[in-house]
């Protein structure tokens, strides 16, 4: 029995040894990684302010569609059959004289 002590403490020092070697990475490939995770970040950085920029311009054209269709609409003619009805636009002219120019009396 006093030879197994030495033994289990020599193979607990070689177990605990590599534990120690596996949760320590090299300094240079922490670097790197420390490295490459900012140039990730930086990248999706970039692309959310490019879909952020998109959606605004997005935006911008669609006012600008909006708007030239409003104009258009405030320059057409305000017909009663543009606007679905069958009608006179103005005041009927009920008077005789009126109705007769109109009628070719």
Same mark, same amino acid.
């Given at each position: 029995?006093g030879g197994?002590?030495?033994?289990?403490?020599?193979?607990i020092?070689?177990v605990?040894?590599?534990?120690?070697?596996q949760?320590?990475?090299?300094?240079?490939?922490r670097?790197a990684?420390? !490295?490459?995770? *900012?140039? &990730?970040?930086e990248?999706?950085?970039?692309?959310?302010? @490019?879909?952020?920029?998109?959606?605004e =311009? /997005?935006?911008?054209?669609?006012?600008?569609?909006? !708007?030239?269709? *409003?104009? &258009?609409?405030?320059n057409?003619?305000?017909?009663t059959l @543009?606007?679905?009805?069958?009608?006179l =636009? /103005?005041?009927?002219?009920v008077?005789?004289k009126q109705?007769?120019t *109109?009628?070719?009396?």
């Amino acid at each position: 029995m006093g030879g197994s002590v030495p033994i289990i403490s020599s193979v607990i020092g070689l177990v605990g040894g590599m534990v120690n070697q596996q949760r320590k990475p090299d300094v240079p490939d922490r670097a790197a990684q420390i !490295e490459a995770e *900012r140039r &990730a970040q930086e990248e999706e950085q970039r692309k959310k302010e @490019a879909e952020i920029r998109k959606r605004e =311009r /997005e935006k911008v054209t669609e006012a600008r569609s909006v !708007e030239q269709k *409003r104009a &258009a609409a405030g320059n057409a003619p305000k017909t009663t059959l @543009a606007n679905g009805g069958a009608g006179l =636009r /103005e005041k009927a002219a009920v008077d005789t004289k009126q109705l007769k120019t *109109r009628l070719g009396e």
